[in-house]
Nanobody, 121 residues
Framework: QVELVESGGGSVQAGDSLSLSCVTSGRDFTYRAMGWFRQAPGKEREFVAGIKWNGEEVSYADTAKGRFTISRDSAKKSVYLQMSSLKPEDTAVYYC??????????????WGHGTQVTVSS
C-alpha cells in the first residue's frame, strides 16, 4: 500500500514558523520529483513548492518564495517544508505529493491525506 503521511501541522501565530514532514512508504519515490500543495477553505488546491528527484532544482509559488524551503532526504524517504514568517493567508490543509516523473510538474499522482496549518493574526 502506497502511503504519503504528512505531519507537523498545527496552529500558530502570524510570524511564527512550522516545519512539515512527509514520509513515504509502499513505493520507491527516489527518482520522482516531490511537492507540497495546499488547499484553503473555499479555494482550489494550489502548488506551494516542488523539488526535483535529486534535489538539484526547486520551485516555489510566488506566495512561498523567500519564506518556505522545500528539501528531501531520499534515504529517509521523506520530504520537508520549512515555513517561516507565516501569515493568516497561509492557513490551509497542506498536502504532500509525488509527481509522475523526475521533474517538477503541475500535479502529483500520489497524494497524502494532508495536515492542517492554521495561522492566526
Amino acid at each position: 500500500q502506497v502511503e504519503l503521511v504528512e505531519s507537523g501541522g498545527g496552529s500558530v501565530q502570524a510570524g511564527d514558523s512550522l516545519s512539515l514532514s512527509c514520509v513515504t512508504s509502499g513505493r520507491d519515490f527516489t527518482y520522482r520529483a516531490m511537492g507540497w500543495f495546499r488547499q484553503a477553505p473555499g479555494k482550489e488546491r494550489e502548488f506551494v513548492a516542488g523539488i526535483k528527484w535529486n534535489g538539484e532544482e526547486v520551485s516555489y509559488a510566488d506566495t512561498a518564495k523567500g519564506r518556505f524551503t522545500i528539501s528531501r532526504d531520499s534515504a529517509k524517504k521523506s520530504v520537508y517544508l520549512q515555513m517561516s514568517s507565516l501569515k493568516p493567508e497561509d492557513t490551509a490543509v497542506y498536502y504532500c505529493a509525488a509527481f509522475p516523473g523526475p521533474l517538477i510538474g503541475s500535479a502529483g499522482d500520489y497524494w497524502g491525506h494532508g495536515t492542517q496549518v492554521t495561522v492566526s493574526s
